[in-house]
């Protein structure tokens, strides 16, 4: 089942937004640089404030009556490497690890592709860790491209190098 997250999720957010970030980065960083990241991106507070936000729609997907992952999304997100107009941003999905290869990455990416078209949308862009080939393979299997390679701003003494990574609607026959 997935479901449309609010700020009652917040504490659900908080521990899977922790766990499941550190398991995918814990090679993309030194250790000190990912807790600095962490404390600021997933304390308590701040996952309530991005819950609060209207831009930003949360899911959560669960298996068997059990949070198993959660996703970020946002509508109309412009990227300068990204001409298309109208065109969403997936910042985050993520499943513990005990969850994953049961599909359920592949339902909640589908959600959000959903949830994006229904709108009006004309493509998905995000951001991945070059080295994340797990999640790369993944989206590749639902037809984004690499556009360009890009730095993220983990913190102020660390920058990870990333994919921008677009599915364009219009092209994509993938359901
Ligand atoms: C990436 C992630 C969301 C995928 O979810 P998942 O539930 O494990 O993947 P699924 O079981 O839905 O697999 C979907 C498809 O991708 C494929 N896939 C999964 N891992 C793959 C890999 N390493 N290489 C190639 N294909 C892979 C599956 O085979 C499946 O394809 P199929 O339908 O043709 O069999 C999940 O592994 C995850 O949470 N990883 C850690 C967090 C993370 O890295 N998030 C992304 C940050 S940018």
Request: glycine letters at 6%; charged letters at 20%; hydrophobic letters at 45%.
């Amino acid at each position: 089942m997935i479901i449309q997250a609010s700020l009652q999720h917040a504490g659900v957010l908080h521990e899977l937004g922790a766990e499941t970030f550190y398991k995918a980065h814990q090679d993309s960083a030194p250790a000190h640089e990912l807790a600095t990241y962490m404390k600021k991106a997933y304390n308590l507070d701040a996952i309530k404030k991005e819950l609060a936000n209207p831009v930003n729609i949360y899911h959560i997907i669960e298996h068997e009556a059990t949070a198993a992952g959660f996703s970020k999304m946002a509508l109309t997100m412009n990227h300068p490497a990204i001409a298309l107009e109208r065109v969403s941003k997936m910042d985050q999905i993520y499943l513990l690890d005990s969850f994953h290869g049961l599909k359920l990455g592949a339902k909640l990416l589908r959600h959000n592709i959903d949830y994006s078209k229904s709108r009006g949308q004309n493509g998905m862009w995000l951001v991945v860790w070059v080295g994340n080939t797990t999640a790369i393979s993944f989206y590749e299997k639902f037809g984004f491209r690499i556009v360009v390679t890009d730095q993220f701003h983990l913190t102020d003494t660390h920058l990870s190098p990333c994919y921008i990574m677009l599915l364009e609607y219009a092209n994509n026959n993938v359901q």
